[in-house]
């Protein structure tokens, strides 16, 4: 019966086809254009969604009215975070985070070719735990917390050294002029994620939160 109902179908589809072929194709279109959206939309939803307590973390922004014209921006001073965490106990952790562009890396005293990294950052030693990366080596705690010391991902340390455990404890010189040590290495951060870096250096040294310089009060530059 069903195989006759078939015939029947595939007869009138023959005998019009034009009208068969439109409504085919339009039905088709239709179905993958729908698909599409739905697929953009989950992936646009999914941003962030891997980092536990994701709605806890907040980032203050600055609203600056300067001759008349009122902008906003998403990031603020470096006093903003040790300050609002000494006056408001709810705040559990915080890290400021400073982009300073590329840097040319390559592995210290050796002859081997600069590599133009661009997705580089300087953080305090709390994004670790306050966006739980995994560190595949060095220690979560303290990775960061000294001049000079950086961590890789998991991507970078194969490129420079093959293994995260080889890269640990090592030298990179950045810019031909700074030596960094290589103190941790974190798996790759998902591609579903508002920021990335391969290379995470430390704040700690950094002029502009020295208390003592007059940047730490003027310099705007920090997502925190």
């Known amino acids: 019966m069903f195989f006759n109902y078939f015939k029947i179908a595939f007869r009138q589809l023959k005998k019009n086809r034009l009208f068969s072929f439109t409504n085919i194709a339009g039905l088709s279109i239709g179905v993958a254009s729908c698909l599409l959206i739905l697929l953009f939309i ?33 990031f603020v001073g470096s006093i903003v975070g040790p300050d609002a965490a000494a006056q408001l106990p709810e705040i559990e952790s915080w890290s400021r985070v400073r982009t300073y562009g590329g840097y040319l890396v390559k592995v210290d005293q050796t002859n081997q070719q600069n590599n133009l990294e661009r997705q580089v950052m300087s953080v305090d030693n709390a994004f670790i735990n306050l966006f739980s990366l995994k560190m595949l080596a060095g220690d979560a705690g303290s ?82």
Do not use: C
């Not at 970078?156 to 090592?170: C, D, I, Q, R, V």
């Not at 995470?200 to 925190?224: D, H, M, Q, R, V």
């Open 143 to 224: 990775a960061l917390n000294e001049p000079n010391t950086l961590i890789l991902s998991a991507s970078a340390a194969k490129k420079y050294f093959g293994t995260p455990e080889a890269a640990l404890g090592n030298n990179l010189l950045l810019d031909n002029e700074k030596i960094w040590k290589v103190n941790g290495v974190y798996a790759d951060i998902p591609p579903t994620t508002h920021f990335q870096a391969d290379m995470l250096l430390s704040l700690a040294g950094n002029e502009e939160i020295k208390k003592e310089s007059p940047l730490w009060a003027t310099s705007n530059n920090f997502y925190t």
């Open 42 to 74: 989950a992936y646009e939803l999914s941003f962030d969604r891997w980092i536990p307590n994701i709605d806890r973390i907040v980032r203050p922004h600055a609203e600056i009215n300067f001759g008349g014209n009122e902008d906003a921006y998403p």
